[in-house]
Antibody, heavy 119, light 107 residues
Framework: VQLQESGPGLVRPSETLSLTCSVS??????????WSWIRQSPEKGLEWIGY???????NYNPSLMSRVTISRDASKNQFSLTLMSVTAADTAMYYC????????????WGQGIPVVVSS | DIQMTQSPSSLSASVGDRVTITCRAS??????VGWFQQKPGKAPKSLIY???VLHDDVPSRFSATGSGTQFTLTISSLQPDDFATYYC?????????FGGGTTVDIK
């Protein structure tokens, strides 16, 4: 399976960050897999944002829960991250990932996409 | 959240050295730990899951042990390809959390 992130690299403060992960070699709505978003910054290190399960169930990091939504588009075989009201603290490399099939091992990763929040 | 504390944060070593990295969890997490390797400009790569199980493509010079709150990753004989940053991660409890990383560089 291969994953590829896409989206704008620059977002204005207070606006909404939207990223998409395109999946090949697997389907986002079959196979009992967890499709996750993780971000990485020098300040916070690696931070798990949340996942969408193949069934559509979601689970988010409580630290971001009020601002984050993860959704999927099975027709395009993609899943997406939406993060509202961004600040400079949301500047990071954003990764999408899929588990190994065991429910927790983050095994397949995209290459990452850098996002800068700045006016 | 469960805090994962890695030590050291960095180390310098030579090819052929034995390297050990430690990860301590803020509460017991059984064996729900994974280890990742990350090279500059690349995504993290999963090396180990369930505290001690190597993926098929991971060289046998890597090993890991631990349960509860103390975990270690060992590289028995450091190779040039191993210079990288290593992270532990717990998946006992959501939110998933990672250690701060250990950078292994060339002495």
């Amino acid at each position: 399976v291969q994953l590829q992130e896409s989206g704008p690299g620059l977002v204005r403060p207070s606006e909404t960050l939207s990223l998409t992960c395109s999946v090949s070699g697997g389907s986002v709505n079959t196979g009992h897999y967890y499709w996750s978003w993780i971000r990485q910054s020098p300040e916070k290190g690696l931070e798990w944002i949340g996942y969408i399960y193949y069934s559509g169930d979601t689970n988010y990091n409580p630290s971001l829960m009020s601002r984050v939504t993860i959704s999927r588009d099975a027709s395009k075989n993609q899943f997406s991250l939406t993060l509202m009201s961004v600040t400079a603290a949301d500047t990071a490399m954003y990764y999408c990932a899929r588990d190994l099939g065991d429910g927790y091992t983050l095994y397949h990763w995209g290459q990452g996409i850098p996002v800068v929040v700045s006016s | 959240d469960i805090q994962m504390t890695q030590s050291p944060s960095s180390l310098s070593a030579s090819v052929g050295d034995r390297v050990t990295i430690t990860c301590r969890a803020s509460q017991g997490i059984g064996n729900y730990v994974g280890w990742f390797q990350q090279k500059p400009g690349k995504a993290p790569k999963s090396l180990i899951y369930s505290a001690s199980v190597l993926h098929d493509d991971v060289p046998s010079r890597f090993s890991a042990t631990g349960s509860g709150t103390q975990f270690t990753l060992t590289i028995s004989s450091l190779q040039p390809d191993d210079f990288a940053t290593y992270y532990c991660q717990q998946y006992n409890t959501y939110p998933l959390t990672f250690g701060g990383g250990t950078t292994v560089d060339i002495k």
